[in-house]
């Protein structure tokens, strides 16, 4: 019997993170979560910053698990979240603070690029989402805040290629992650330099773009040491969405996909961008997705404001008891905008939901269930005008959504989901994009022939099951 090869995903989130490890087994995919860990924003020199020393430690703590069980991996990927970014000097030292996309600095920045050139301009290039907190907006407030880190800055990496930098010294930037920063031409797929040099960005910090499938190098031998084994370390689409959108399980062009998480991500998958004037008045993004593909999609807030008010919640609910909570309290009509940027990182969703209310003339929600019913439907209501919106860009009808990622569980939302955009609704697998990071390296192995044979291996591997559209409790 040949020996049984596995394959490592390093999925990171904004909360937390997890080791899984994957194998072909009866032509079927496998997955066993080794270890997990917590993330967490740290308040840093007035900033809300990542601490990466942290994040490192526990990369390297699940390393340490796979000796521990006897499960080592031929190779391991890494993929984070987007846009956030290290600057290093010529030692190879970060500059500065790992500040986070959650925080304030680049307010006003938009003005500041403006000057420069128009958001209509800016969209033609790039064809990205105009999100303040997006990698070029955060380079701008580094030019203001502190211009001598970008002047000793020798290099740019993304927080997936920093890890990657600390376990093999070897630095590689990669395509899907980078086009979140709106940095990248959505046509040449590169980098835009003359964006960079009108701008005042130095130029020489971006290294070459590389593809998901490349290797970027073995570890370390100090690392080879502290873990007990070696392994290749090879780039998934390494920002997290790219790799949710590689699992999910169909190649239907008549399906819409939404990743569902901390953030909603929801589109379809395209081999030609839209940077057209409607398709940025919709504010929707064409980032890189896997073998030159583009993910037509609209970043939504998603479960955060759920998972912010189950913090702030007396009692410590379980899933079920928030289901029939929002379930009882289906009387309530209050909506909000869930992208509105007051709830990006409020000291209190509660309060931000309240006062959104009163701002907009609604009832403003009183109890827990009229606050989760409140996020619940306007959540359901912006995912069914985003489906209206894909549609009327593209000019075709879609007949079914696909939810993958750890909010596919939520089955209040996706009973929603049914009735708000009458399409028909499967949910699953759970772990997208760990199950995407894994088949990246399958697929640099020639496990599968290509990305729409490893999606039928997918279909067939994990429970995807048909939404009801009614709940009953």
Not at 159 to 181: H, R
Request: charged share 25%; with cysteine.
């Amino acid at each position: 019997m040949a020996e049984r090869k596995y394959y490592l995903a390093i999925d990171i989130g904004a909360s937390s993170g997890r080791h899984i490890l994957g194998w072909l087994e009866n032509g079927k995919i496998r997955i066993e979560e080794l270890y997990r860990f917590e993330n967490k924003l740290v308040k840093q020199n007035g900033h809300l910053c990542w601490d990466l020393e942290h994040l490192f430690h526990e990369v390297v703590e699940g390393l340490k698990k796979c000796k521990e069980l006897e499960r080592i991996p031929a190779s391991i990927g890494i993929d984070t979240w987007g846009v956030d970014f290290v600057l290093l000097d010529k030692a190879g030292q970060v500059l500065g603070d790992t500040v986070a996309y959650r925080d304030s600095r680049t307010q006003g920045m938009d003005e500041v690029l403006g000057k420069v050139l128009s958001e209509e301009e800016l969209y033609s290039r790039n064809g990205i989402q105009k999100q303040l907190f997006n990698s070029i907006y955060q380079l701008l407030a580094i030019r203001r805040e502190h211009p001598e880190h970008l002047s000793s800055a020798e290099n740019f990496l993304m927080i997936p290629e920093f890890l990657n930098y600390l376990l093999t010294g070897v630095m590689k930037n990669e395509y899907t992650n980078a086009t979140t920063g709106q940095l990248v031409n959505a046509k040449t797929q590169d980098w835009d330099f003359e964006l960079m040099e009108k701008l005042g960005i130095p130029t020489k910090i971006f290294g070459p773009l590389h593809m998901p499938k490349t290797v970027v190098g073995n570890f370390k031998e100090e690392i080879v040491k502290e873990v007990g084994f070696t392994a290749e370390v090879v780039l998934p689409a390494t920002h997290d969405t790219g790799s949710a959108v590689m699992a999910v399980p169909t190649s239907s062009e008549s399906a819409i996909y939404l990743s569902s998480g901390t953030w909603s991500l929801m589109g379809i998958e395209r081999m030609i961008p839209d940077c057209t004037e409607k398709a940025r008045a919709y504010n929707f993004t064409n980032e890189g997705g896997y073998h030159h593909r583009y993910r037509f999609l609209k970043n939504i807030m998603g479960m955060w404001m759920m998972q912010s008010l189950r913090k702030e919640f007396r009692h410590k609910y379980s899933f079920e008891e928030l289901y029939q909570l929002a379930y009882i309290a289906r009387y309530f009509t209050s909506v909000v905008n869930v992208n509105d940027p007051m709830f990006l990182a409020p000291d209190s969703m509660v309060e931000a939901i309240k006062e959104y209310c009163r701002q907009h003339g609604q009832e403003v929600p009183e109890t827990e269930g009229e606050l989760l019913y409140c996020v619940y439907m306007s959540l359901a209501r912006c995912y069914a005008q985003t489906v209206a919106e894909i549609e009327e860009v593209t000019g075709k009808r879609y007949d079914t959504i696909h939810v993958v990622g750890g909010g596919c569980q939520d089955r209040f939302l996706n009973a929603l989901l049914v009735t708000e955009t009458g399409k028909r609704v499967f949910a699953g697998p759970v772990e997208g994009t760990a199950l995407g990071n894994l088949m990246a390296q399958m697929l640099k192995d020639e496990v599968f022939a290509d990305l729409s044979e490893a999606r039928k291996v997918v279909a067939r591997s994990f429970d995807v099951s048909e939404v009801e559209g009614k709940l009953v409790f």
